[in-house]
């Protein structure tokens, strides 16, 4: 899918959020400033959040409650070490009540859960004024009930 802009960006997380159910996790790929913290900050807007998303770089982990569900959002750009993400007791906000979405999943390689979903997101043309190109793989039964549920949605998505 072509994302021409943080609209449609916008627009994708309403759609998808709604979807993406409790236990399931996300890894978001892609170069810096790409657009997978846009996206975060797209999906919670989509389920109702106000408040400021920000980019847990420094802290890891950013934790939103919105309805009785808790949406973790992780950055291990900064990890350097898989080891770091045990150390740290990351493994413990993978639950049955949560969604997970995490960016640079491959820092913490062979800790960090697998995906339900693999999003990633690339810069149209090389460029990042060109917009955003967008990939979305199933790897489970639950990822795949979602991109279903996504791919239906979709003459929704950018209209």
């Not at 609209?7 to 959020?17: D, H, N, P, Q």
């Not at 949560?98 to 913490?108: F, H, M, N, Q």
Request: hydrophobic letters at 40%; a negative charge; one cysteine or more.
């Amino acid at each position: 899918m072509y994302l021409p802009d943080e609209a449609t960006t916008m627009v994708l997380g309403r759609e998808l959020a709604p979807l993406l159910a409790p236990g399931m996790v996300v890894w978001l790929n892609g170069d810096l400033g790409s657009g997978k913290t846009a996206l975060v900050r797209a999906l919670l807007r989509g389920l109702g959040h106000v408040g400021p998303v920000k980019s847990p770089t420094y802290t890891l982990v950013e934790v939103y409650v919105v309805s009785s569900l808790y949406w973790y959002h992780f950055d291990f750009y900064r990890i350097s070490e898989p080891e770091e993400f045990e150390d740290a007791g990351l493994g413990e906000y993978f639950r049955d009540d949560a969604v997970c979405l995490v960016e640079w999943p491959d820092k913490a390689a062979g800790y960090v859960p697998p995906a339900d979903l693999s999003i990633v997101l690339r810069f149209a043309a090389g460029q990042p004024e060109s917009g955003r190109d967008l990939e979305i793989v199933a790897h489970s039964e639950a990822g795949q009930r979602c991109l279903t549920a996504l791919i239906n949605r979709m003459p929704r998505v950018g209209s």
